[in-house]
């Protein structure tokens, strides 16, 4: 889509590269020659809903970083020299204690990440970064971490939204994005790839695509596994959070494609079996997968991966005319056992909306037309996605789709709208560094639902969402299961200071916990959504968390500073069952309806005559 | 089929009832009117293969047991009277120590049981077996045991192969058979049902068959859940044991249809989450499972259940030439992304052999014709099973294996030969009495292979059970994934003293685990497997285990006596990884050919030019 002007004021949206070295090349999403700026529809959407005029969009309201990275002399590395040699024995060049190179390992993506770094906060620069290229080394850094009681963390592709990968109490950052990012095996009969844990998500994809020139497969592969922040994620990260991909619907999360992972922890290496199923015991895969770094290292993982059939791909896209039919069509197409799309991306009527005007729609006659037809604006409900797989599994997916969308009152928008949704899918992030030197924040939660708690999660998050003056909280449904889906909130709010932005946010996560949602579905836990975890998961269960912790790293060195929650304070925690009405009443949410009692189900029946 | 009398010497096969106080109603399978007796071609093969004669069929080499359970006064309960009272306390009349019901939960049904039960050696009874109906008298009996160092065992459907069940070290067992076997909730909107953890196999299809009437449901639902000990099967056992039924390959194994667990352990009540997906650390429900009641008691379990749709089930049967070309089609048919089948099940050219005397097909026109077409005794292999799902899903797989099969040289057999199979797939344990009263035994052991090591796992196994004199092996696959599969191993030799079987059996996991195979894919590990489980899984790995353990039950008194290695004396332990070459080199076993590794890559290029 090419940029049309505005036909009245525009603001001087800023399209100028920042130098290599500035604030503004940390905090900016990816390529810094790229550029996204919203449509007049979008612009004209903020104006109206975030009670923000032209006039605040005459100047920044935030700073814009163009300036060069300097630390002052308090910020400078506390590490002890005869540890800074140790890693330069086992580094050699390979490590810096730059001022640049320990920020850009700083934060993440959250939009308090990029407040902070606005507000020029340092909180958590590490004394040195490491730039691993073997496992070997990593062994050997957290084994002297350890011994040493260093704080290790790690800085995968660097889009955490939780605050996972902070040094929050310095120490040591592995910058795993400059050389631990090679192939160690390809091995096509069982269609499995081992690679270095940094490897990020394009490179991983153009290897398994150009796999019959690179390793003389009889095809091409693919991945699966496409996160929003695919072009700047990396293979360890999908991992050790638990993501997930917008194809996950058919691929499978990250935990679906994980085979066997090698850790380096302080208790020694870890490595996990690599069969499809095991009846031996708990399973070690899934115990490690979702620590996050706080039991060890993730260093080589191996993942299954795919065909690449790109000629069996089906579009849809669909307009619903309200969120309870476009829901229980959801399930249905979850529910039929005709197998599953690969994206699979149903909006409600306030994204619905946004998505009109970001994909150009709102301009065209199928706006009229749809108010002429009933799918009223801020009713109707966009639903999108493609099929995959081999030709006649996808054509009968796609096939069953269609029928189940009409039969639920849809109207067909052929594949175009998808089309725009593939454009924009992996530079989103862009438009949102655009508007934010406005001081207009965007970010995003998620949360996993069963499909009869669904409607009140979504209704209880909005809730409390709307409660806030000047707030958009958009919502789509993806990564769908027979069981449920997940719910994935957007919201827009002009917010100048990373203490506020981070007020907002308890209050919605408190909102998505408390209607008997799971704190993430993808996202994971990192620093930020920690306060929570207990409460969600219970005292007893959560227990197991922190032994596996003591056994692994008894010293409290990996990943340190609440990630997960190991180390938090107990007022420090946020979330508690306590005088929380019903919380998992016979294992469920006190909303469900849905469910039947057994002992009840005479009372029930009769209902029913 | 009707049975059909022989054309010369015929057995005296016992086709009497056993009194339901005899020990022959503890060893024999189910139903005490029903039997099975070996077809002629099948009783031929077992003189040819085994070394035995008419002869040996002349009268029986086994105790009968037709005799009633009695037991001598060394036998009797050695528990307090206190304990015994407190437990009267908590279950009134729904507790017992006689000497039949206390011998009826002593152990399960692998040979090693059968035949001890049958030699009158009586090596684990319990004190007292109790009768639980609620969940409230699970969690006192937990507590109480924990308390006061009472060992506690669980009996849910008593198919056990691993020695899961036996009470090794007296105590209390819990028989669930009786009245823990209620359903709780049944939730139509996310396809989910709670129930308690004895209800048994059959009776939970019935509820889900008979969902319209019994809880006002939409539809009709199945579990999709049927191991071969379906009829004698607890829902319980089969999520502790991480099984799997015969249709996992569409439905997946009880670890993929578990939405959520209760525990009652001595740490207290432990309940997992029940979301499709969640990023909040590691997995609980994977944790919990396959604990084989050494963390606590499994009380409730929710499970996800699938639409019940016979109607669009396409049965398929076909004939390869070997071995290598049916693993090749077996292999294709996984990593199309056509979807699966329900049924996937390929015998080797042994287990061909047999199948088909089995099945009545080597009576038929069928043999001289697949002769002739090269399709040759000892080396074809017979591939049946069948689809489900919706039509348009199970018809697309249907006709993918068609093609698949077709392009690997197999030749259709039609629907028949599945037809047979299933009309024996629950009963062949049955047979199994039948012939032990003649002092030949069956047993299977399982394994979880890689496709790239599958043909070196087969290999090996029939290699060493090959050695011993006078045995029989089949092997087929079946659980089939993209990345590998089950190889399951049936074996029949004349055995008449347990010792001896469990000798026999010890070479055959030798054999499984030094190849490179998974020790379990769906039996569990159990007190039999146990010496080998540290070996296979490695010993910091395996630490995680005992952790978890101590968390739970740090006295001990869940399930002791060695399940799943926890208590395991150093020199109890049978597989090491010392002085065994290559162990998971690069993750993988030594024998994967298949694995290029990177940095090899370029002149492995060079090769195939």
């Not at 490897?199 to 150009?210: A, M």
């Not at 991992?239 to 020694?268: E, F």
């Not at 009846?279 to 690449?308: Q, S």
């Not at 009109?356 to 009223?376: A, F, H, Q, W």
């Amino acid at each position: 889509m090419a940029y049309k002007p505005y036909s009245g004021f525009e603001p001087k949206w800023i399209t100028k590269a920042a130098a290599p070295d500035s604030y503004r090349s940390i905090f900016r999403w990816g390529d810094p020659d790229f550029f996204k700026l919203p449509k007049e529809s979008l612009y004209n959407m903020m104006k109206d809903r975030l009670n923000v005029k032209d006039e605040d969009f005459r100047d920044y309201a935030m700073d814009l970083g163009f300036d060069k990275v300097e630390l002052g002399p308090e910020y400078a590395p506390k590490m002890a020299q005869e540890h800074v040699d140790f890693f330069k024995s086992v580094y050699g060049d390979d490590w810096s204690q730059g001022d640049y190179d320990r920020m850009s390992v700083m934060y993440g993506q959250t939009c308090y990440d990029l407040l902070r770094l606005r507000e020029k906060k340092f909180d958590s620069l590490p004394d040195i970064v490491l730039y691993p290229s073997e496992s070997e080394q990593i062994v050997k850094t957290v084994a002297y971490c350890a011994e040493h009681k260093i704080p290790l963390y790690v800085y995968g592709g660097g889009s955490s939204v939780t605050r996972g990968v902070e040094p929050v109490k310095g120490g040591v950052s592995l910058d795993m994005r400059r050389k631990f990012n090679k192939v160690l095996y390809f091995n096509e009969v069982d269609q499995t790839i081992t690679v270095q844990a940094g490897l990020s998500g394009p490179d991983y994809e153009k290897h398994l695509n150009n796999a019959v020139e690179e390793f003389g497969a009889k095809r091409a592969y693919t991945c699966g596994h496409f996160p929003q922040s695919f072009e700047y994620s990396s293979v360890g990260g999908w991992v050790v959070t638990r993501g997930s991909g917008q194809n996950s619907t058919y691929y499978g999360c990250a935990k679906d494609l994980v085979v066997s992972q090698k850790y380096a922890t302080p208790r020694g290496e870890i490595v996990t079996s690599h069969y499809p199923r095991e009846a031996t015991g708990p399973n070690l895969n899934e115990i490690m997968m979702g620590g996050e770094g706080t039991f060890g290292v993730l260093t080589e993982v191996t993942l299954r991966f795919y065909r690449y059939m790109p000629e069996n791909r089906h579009r849809f896209s669909y307009m619903f005319k309200n969120w309870n039919d476009a829901m229980e069509a959801a399930r249905e197409m979850m529910q039929r056992e005709c197998g599953f799309s690969s994206v699979f991306r149903l909006s409600d009527e306030e994204e619905t909306n946004m998505m009109l005007r970001l994909y150009n729609v709102d301009d065209t006659p199928l706006r009229p037309m749809l108010e002429k037809l009933g799918y009223r604006d801020m009713e109707r409900c966009l639903f999108l996605g493609f099929t995959e797989g081999e030709k006649g599994y996808s054509w009968n997916v796609y096939y069953n789709i269609l029928k189940i969308a009409l039969k639920h009152g849809a109207i067909p928008l052929t594949g175009y709208v998808c089309k725009s949704w593939e454009h924009g899918r992996f530079n989103d992030p862009y438009l949102r560094d655009t508007i934010m030197d406005f001081g207009i924040c965007v970010d995003t939660l998620e949360c996993c639902v069963n499909w009869s708690n669904m409607e009140k999660v979504h209704r209880e998050v909005r809730k409390v969402c709307h409660a806030h003056p000047n707030s958009v909280i958009t919502t789509h449904m993806s990564h769908c299961y027979p069981q449920g889906a997940n719910l994935y909130f957007i919201f827009l709010t002009p917010i100048h200071e990373s203490d506020a932005f981070h007020e907002y946010l308890q209050d919605i996560l408190d909102a998505i916990v408390r209607s008997g949602a799971a704190l993430s579905h993808h996202h994971g836990i990192g620093k930020m959504f920690a306060p929570w975890l207990e409460g969600n998961i219970g005292e007893t269960e959560y227990g197991i968390f922190k032994l596996l912790k003591e056994y692994f790293d008894p010293d409290y060195t990996m990943n340190p500073g609440g990630t997960i929650g190991l180390d938090l304070a107990e007022d420090e925690k946020r979330f508690t069952r306590d005088g929380y009405d019903g919380y998992r009443d016979g294992y469920n949410t006190p909303a469900w309806d849905a469910v039947i009692a057994y002992d009840e189900k005479d009372e029930f029946l009769e209902t029913l005559k």
